[in-house]
């Protein structure tokens, strides 16, 4: 599930629903069009959520 609203050119982040091994069901991540490599940057949404508040809250 695509959470970028902004980006057309195939960057995204994604609520993850199909992870890895080892990975956690809904934990979010990176996906660029042009690298393989997924990041994760948070366990779930509501943490996401919540560090981007966070981050933006000054």
Partial sequence: MDLDCYEWGGDDICIDLDPAEGGKNGQIITFWHDWA????IADSLEEWVMSTINHTDH
């Fill in 37 to 40: 490599q997924r990041e994760v």
